[in-house]
């Protein structure tokens, strides 16, 4: 009997008011107007059937519009050089930036005040270090500019709105473009405000291969920093050394032989047969949410391509390909919710658990993905995530209406960051 190979699909729903141009190619639009992001990369004409009376109201809606409290938070901001959130610092630079710049640094500000407030944030990835970026902010424009793309991106893929989209574009070039002129100039001084820009962009690039280049600037950034990383401002996740006292023990039953590659690929081999049945296993539970349940099909199917591909050379780009769209999730996925996530809603938290987990077990399986830090604030993820479902037995789910027992969802996750430091002492990392 044949087999049938898997196809790493990118997770989508349809486009019901798409242009002309992407249903003649049948791929996705992105309904932006006047021009969607496809056309408008293609340099094609982009032309939308005529609409309806309601169709040209929904259209109004989507346009950017800022409400009126934000436009005033954001006047008294500029004009007092006193932030809207305690964990803000004041600063003469807040004067000096535009209006429209600060709007976008709001919003960033906002979901990470909410996310301190709950004390979520290690949960978030980066937006455990978000105070150090906005300090950071307030000397260097880049990580400024880092920011309001991060907001920017956001709003584009929750209000459709093309001026958001292009804002996104606009501040993504001027970080980059900042990031790498004071990348020509780095220094002890600078170092942080680098490797903060080069963190914040990577969640927010364009493609799989702009992701593979950033991330080599990042092993770059981080190998230069090495003699001063005690005195840097992200020494908190630096130092970070994941504890998984369940794993450990077990762990230490088998532990490899130093250059036993065999014994290494039969582990990640293991780790990931154990990941497809935990995300198939939670796969039904998930079928009422389009986007969650099309995520945990791409997870699965990224597993089971470099379950059979291990052992053999994968290209670098194909390593990237596979994992840049659980990179980009929580700016470029309209099911990614903040409030929910503050909210610890355990739905969610079961979700991004499991997704964590795939990501470091590809990392485990995949070196030239395994950059500085890549994994580190997933394993702390993880394990902050474990240590908050750990307070109660489970939960109910309302989709198969059975109970879910804590120690069983966190099976795969805890092995995951078990295996991943056993291969890391194995390579000596």
Same mark, same amino acid.
């Given at each position: 009997?044949?087999?049938?190979?898997?196809?790493?699909?990118?997770?989508?729903? +349809?486009?019901?008011?798409?242009?002309?141009?992407? +249903?003649?190619?049948?791929?996705?639009?992105?309904?932006?107007?006047?021009?969607?992001?496809?056309?408008?990369?293609?340099?094609?004409?982009?032309?939308?059937?005529?609409?309806?009376?309601?169709?040209?109201?929904?259209?109004?809606?989507?346009?950017?519009?800022?409400?009126?409290?934000?436009?005033?938070?954001?006047?008294?901001?500029?004009?007092?050089?006193?932030?809207? /959130?305690?964990?803000?610092?004041?600063?003469?630079?807040?004067?000096?930036?535009?209006?429209?710049?600060?709007?976008?640094?709001?919003?960033?500000?906002?979901?990470?005040?909410?996310?301190?407030?709950?004390?979520?944030?290690?949960?978030?990835?980066?937006?455990?270090?978000?105070?150090?970026?906005?300090?950071?902010?307030?000397?260097?424009?880049?990580?400024?500019?880092?920011?309001?793309?991060?907001?920017?991106?956001?709003?584009?893929?929750?209000?459709?709105?093309?001026?958001?989209?292009?804002?996104?574009?606009?501040?993504?070039?001027?970080?980059?473009?900042?990031?790498?002129?004071?990348?020509?100039?780095?220094?002890?001084?600078?170092?942080?405000?680098?490797?903060?820009?080069?963190?914040?962009?990577?969640?927010?690039?364009?493609?799989?291969?702009?992701?593979?280049?950033?991330?080599?600037?990042?092993?770059?950034?981080?190998?230069?920093?090495?003699?001063?990383?005690?005195?840097?401002?992200?020494?908190?996740?630096?130092?970070?050394?994941?504890?998984?006292?369940?794993?450990?023990?077990?762990?230490?039953?088998?532990?490899?032989?130093?250059?036993?590659?065999?014994?290494?690929?039969?582990?990640?081999?293991?780790?990931?047969?154990?990941?497809?049945?935990?995300?198939?296993?939670?796969?039904?539970?998930?079928?009422?949410?389009?986007?969650?349940?099309?995520?945990?099909?791409?997870?699965?199917?990224?597993?089971?391509?470099?379950?059979?591909?291990?052992?053999?050379?994968?290209?670098?780009?194909?390593?990237?390909?596979?994992?840049?769209?659980?990179?980009?999730?929580?700016?470029?996925?309209?099911?990614?919710?903040?409030?929910?996530?503050?909210?610890?809603?355990?739905?969610?938290?079961? /979700?991004?658990?499991?997704?964590?987990?795939?990501?470091?077990?590809?990392?485990?399986?995949?070196?030239?993905?395994?950059?500085?830090?890549?994994?580190?604030?997933?394993?702390?993820?993880?394990?902050?995530?474990?240590?908050?479902? +750990?307070?109660?037995?489970?939960?109910?789910?309302?989709?198969?209406?059975?109970?879910?027992?804590?120690?069983?969802?966190?099976?795969?996750?805890?092995?995951?960051?078990?295996?991943?430091?056993?291969?890391?002492?194995?390579?000596?990392?």
């Amino acid at each position: 009997m044949a087999t049938v190979k898997p196809v790493l699909r990118r997770s989508h729903t +349809k486009s019901k008011l798409g242009c002309q141009a992407c +249903k003649l190619r049948h791929v996705k639009c992105d309904e932006f107007r006047p021009s969607c992001r496809r056309c408008l990369s293609s340099k094609v004409d982009c032309k939308y059937p005529a609409q309806s009376e309601s169709e040209n109201e929904v259209e109004k809606a989507s346009t950017l519009r800022w409400p009126v409290d934000i436009e005033e938070s954001c006047a008294q901001w500029k004009e007092s050089g006193k932030p809207p /959130f305690t964990f803000l610092l004041p600063s003469p630079s807040w004067h000096n930036m535009a209006l429209k710049d600060l709007r976008y640094i709001y919003k960033t500000a906002l979901v990470a005040n909410v996310l301190e407030l709950s004390k979520t944030a290690d949960i978030c990835l980066v937006w455990g270090e978000m105070r150090e970026f906005f300090q950071l902010a307030t000397h260097y424009d880049f990580v400024a500019h880092t920011l309001a793309a991060a907001a920017a991106q956001r709003l584009a893929v929750t209000t459709k709105s093309y001026e958001a989209s292009q804002d996104a574009n606009h501040y993504r070039k001027l970080a980059l473009y900042g990031l790498y002129r004071a990348m020509g100039c780095f220094s002890k001084d600078n170092a942080d405000a680098v490797l903060a820009a080069s963190l914040g962009c990577s969640y927010i690039m364009l493609d799989h291969r702009a992701l593979m280049t950033l991330s080599g600037n990042i092993s770059t950034v981080v190998t230069r920093m090495k003699p001063w990383l005690k005195r840097s401002a992200f020494r908190r996740i630096f130092t970070y050394e994941p504890i998984c006292p369940e794993r450990e023990e077990q762990a230490a039953s088998s532990p490899p032989e130093p250059g036993d590659m065999e014994h290494r690929v039969v582990l990640v081999k293991k780790l990931l047969a154990e990941g497809m049945s935990a995300v198939n296993g939670l796969s039904f539970c998930f079928q009422g949410d389009r986007n969650l349940s099309a995520m945990l099909r791409q997870l699965r199917d990224a597993m089971r391509i470099v379950h059979d591909r291990l052992g053999t050379d994968i290209p670098a780009e194909d390593q990237y390909r596979l994992v840049y769209p659980f990179t980009s999730w929580f700016v470029k996925n309209s099911a990614a919710s903040y409030v929910a996530l503050s909210a610890r809603n355990p739905f969610l938290l079961v /979700f991004l658990l499991h997704m964590y987990a795939v990501v470091v077990a590809l990392t485990a399986a995949l070196p030239r993905i395994d950059v500085p830090l890549f994994a580190k604030f997933r394993l702390r993820a993880i394990l902050e995530i474990c240590g908050l479902l +750990k307070a109660e037995p489970g939960f109910l789910c309302q989709r198969c209406n059975g109970f879910h027992a804590y120690e069983e969802v966190m099976a795969f996750p805890l092995s995951s960051v078990s295996v991943y430091q056993q291969v890391g002492r194995e390579a000596g990392r």
